[in-house]
C-alpha cells in the first residue's frame, strides 16, 4: 500500500541547472498538491491540480512548473535552480478537492549549491 | 499577516504532563480544522480533524475549535516519549476552495 510516493528522496543540484521532482499515488485521487517546508515558514502551497488536466498556483509558485501527466502522477520541474529553492518538497493527494483528509509523501530534500 | 499563526516552540515537557497546542486564525471561513503530526525526516499524517466549533475526542487527543475566538487548540494527555514530533495544524473553507491553509507547526519534546 504505497500511497504518495515521491523520486528522488535527496538530491543536491547546482545553480542553474535543471530538475524533475516526480510524484505518483495510488490512491486514485483527484486532486494533487506539491508544497514547500522551510525552518520557520511551515508548509507553503507551491501549485496544485484539482484534478486531472488542470494545474493552479499556489502560494509560491515562481521559479516552478508542473505537469499533471495523468490521473496518477503529478511533476514539479525547476528550470534554473536557485539556492532559496534549497527546501524539503512534499507532494500530497485527496480524494477530491473538496476533500479534507490529504496525505502526504515522504519528502524530496532538495539541496541547491 | 499570515491567515493561521501557530507558535513554533520549542515546547518541552515531562512524560505524563498535559501538553496544549494552539493556533489562532484570521479568516472566519475557514470551516474544516486539523491537526496533523510530522516526525522528523518524514511526511505529515493526519491526527486529528473537526468539523466548525466544538470539541471532538480521540484516544488522549481532543481538539477543539472555538470559531468566535478564531482559536482552536490540540490537547495531549498523559504524553509519551513517542508524541514528540512537530504538530501542524490546518485549516480549510469554500473561499480558497479548500485548499489546505498550514500553521508554522510547533516543535514538541516529551521528555522521559
Known amino acids: 500500500n504505497a500511497g504518495v510516493t515521491q523520486t528522488p528522496k535527496f538530491q543536491v543540484l547546482k545553480t542553474g541547472q535543471s530538475m524533475t521532482l516526480q510524484c505518483a499515488q495510488d490512491?486514485?485521487?483527484?486532486?494533487m498538491y506539491w508544497y514547500r517546508q522551510d525552518p520557520g515558514m511551515g508548509l507553503r502551497l507551491i501549485y496544485y491540480?484539482?484534478?486531472?488536466?488542470?494545474?493552479d498556483k499556489g502560494e509560491v509558485p515562481n521559479g516552478y512548473n508542473v505537469s499533471r501527466l495523468n490521473k496518477r502522477e503529478f511533476s514539479l520541474r525547476l528550470e534554473s535552480a536557485a539556492p532559496s529553492q534549497t527546501s524539503v518538497y512534499f507532494c500530497?493527494?485527496?480524494?477530491?478537492?473538496?476533500?479534507?483528509?490529504?496525505?502526504f509523501g515522504e519528502g524530496s530534500w532538495l539541496t541547491v549549491v | 499577516q499570515k491567515e493561521v499563526e501557530q507558535d513554533p516552540g520549542p515546547l518541552s515537557v515531562p512524560e505524563g504532563a498535559i501538553v496544549s497546542l494552539n493556533c489562532t486564525y484570521s479568516?472566519?471561513?475557514?470551516?474544516?480544522f486539523m491537526w496533523y503530526r510530522q516526525y522528523s525526516r518524514k511526511g505529515p499524517e493526519l491526527l486529528m480533524y473537526t468539523y466548525s466549533s466544538g470539541n471532538k475526542e480521540d484516544g488522549r487527543f481532543t481538539a477543539q475549535v472555538d470559531k468566535s475566538s478564531k482559536y482552536i487548540s490540540l490537547f495531549i494527555r498523559d504524553s509519551q516519549p513517542s508524541d514528540s514530533a512537530t504538530y501542524l495544524c490546518?485549516?480549510?473553507?469554500?473561499?480558497?476552495?479548500?485548499?489546505?491553509?498550514f500553521g508554522k507547526g510547533t516543535s514538541l519534546l516529551v521528555t522521559p
Open positions: 500530497a493527494s485527496k480524494i477530491t478537492s473538496l476533500a479534507n483528509t490529504i496525505y
Open positions: 479568516n472566519s471561513a475557514f470551516q474544516y
Open positions: 490512491m486514485n485521487h483527484n486532486s
Open positions: 491540480s484539482a484534478s486531472e488536466g488542470t494545474t
Open positions: 490546518a485549516m480549510s473553507g469554500e473561499h480558497s476552495g479548500y485548499a489546505l491553509n
